[in-house]
Structures are given as structure tokens and as C-alpha cells.
């Protein structure tokens, strides 16, 4: 029983150089700069949270002020900022910024750089140890929100910079291949339907079974 112990206790030790620590300690979650219309320009880009594809962290539209003036201020980002939705949290919807702009206030973003890497973040925050904090502390029944305080206090796992880099790159690595599996899925899916589809309509006439 002792050495089942033993190896269950170096089971969950970390590799050397890793940290457990709170999300605060490495970013000011919930501070940003706010803007008005007035501030920005015409093409700037104006980020709402219907804009994100919720888990695949896809950008499903990219519209731009001159399209989409707004009336209250919104939150200034910078290209590489990880931009998190904290309105409805399980929804996922998170992404990386590919250039500046200016998104909702139920939008947080986030820089670490260069003492942590950004995209680092961006997979954490999308980790099943995050989300399940997220999910105990988030507050509003039908429009539950991750609050500043406890978005400090979430967990945060630190790993050595180099080694970031190498998991990124990893994990990027490994959902492009998924990517590149889904779509053919995806055609494959929409074939079957057509069939399905196609024979019900048949059946449904009488078709399908007048030989019989």
C-alpha cells in the first residue's frame, strides 16, 4: 500500500522548473483600456462574442467599425492578445487576436508576453482543469459570467518557457491534423444526410417499396 502511494504521489508531481499558481500572478485578468467610437478608426476591427464560434475558437466574422458603430465603449486588444468571453464561459469561445481592434466589455483581453507565451494561455484557458473551476465559480443563473476576482484566482499551471513553445507548437501541430481530418468527416456527413434524405423522400412516396 505504501509503495501504491509512493508512485501515486510521483504520479502527480510536476516536472521539474513547473509551477501551480493563479492566473493573476501571471496577467492582470480584467484590466483593459476602453475606447469609444470616436477613437477608432473606420476599418478597425470590432469584436462581438456572436462573432466566435463556441469550442473551435473560429472566427466566424470579422467586421469593422464603419459596419458596426457602437454606442458603449469597448475593450482595446493588440494582435496577439488572447481575447476570452467570460459571459456564458462554457460556450469556450476564445480566441487569438490576428491584428488590433476593439471587442465587447464581456470580452477579456489578455497578454503575458514575453515572460509567458500567449498562445500558452489560449490553451490552458481551454483546458478541463479551467473550465471545471470556471463552471464551480461563474455567477448569474440564465447569464453566468467569470468575475475579475475569481479570474485572478484561477488556476494557472507555469511551465518553463521553452517547453511553452514546445507544446504550442505541439498542440498546433495536432489540431491542424484533426482540421484536416473533420473536413472530409464533415463532406462525408453531409453525403449520408443527402442519401438519407433522398430514400425517406422515396419511401414517403411509395417508391420504395412498389416492387415488393
Excluded at 490552458?124 to 479570474?151: C, Q
Aim: glycine share 6%; charged share 25%; proline share 5%.
Amino acid at each position: 500500500m505504501k509503495r501504491l502511494a509512493r508512485r501515486r504521489h510521483e504520479r502527480g508531481k510536476l516536472p521539474e522548473g513547473w509551477l501551480d499558481t493563479q492566473l493573476g500572478n501571471i496577467v492582470d485578468y480584467g484590466k483593459a483600456t476602453k475606447q469609444g467610437l470616436s477613437d477608432v478608426q473606420p476599418d478597425t476591427w470590432v469584436l462581438e462574442l456572436e462573432d466566435i464560434e463556441k469550442d473551435s475558437s473560429k472566427l466566424l466574422n470579422q467586421v469593422r467599425a464603419m459596419d458596426r458603430p457602437f454606442k458603449s465603449t469597448k475593450n482595446s486588444f493588440k494582435n496577439g492578445d488572447v481575447l476570452y468571453g467570460k459571459l456564458r464561459p462554457y460556450l469556450n469561445k476564445i480566441i487569438v487576436a490576428k491584428e488590433d481592434g476593439v471587442c465587447t466589455t464581456e470580452i477579456t483581453p489578455i497578454n503575458a508576453e514575453p515572460f509567458c507565451s500567449n498562445k500558452y494561455i489560449f490553451y490552458w484557458l481551454k483546458n478541463s482543469v479551467f473550465l471545471s473551476y470556471v463552471d464551480e465559480v461563474s455567477y448569474g443563473v440564465n447569464m453566468p459570467r467569470l468575475g475579475t476576482t475569481d479570474g485572478l484566482n484561477a488556476p494557472f499551471r507555469l511551465a518553463p518557457l521553452a517547453e511553452q513553445k514546445i507544446i504550442v507548437e505541439a498542440l498546433d501541430t495536432l489540431l491542424a491534423q484533426v482540421d484536416s481530418v473533420k473536413a472530409p468527416l464533415k463532406q462525408i456527413a453531409r453525403i449520408l444526410e443527402f442519401f438519407r434524405q433522398t430514400v425517406f423522400g422515396v419511401a414517403v412516396r411509395g417508391r420504395l417499396t412498389e416492387k415488393w
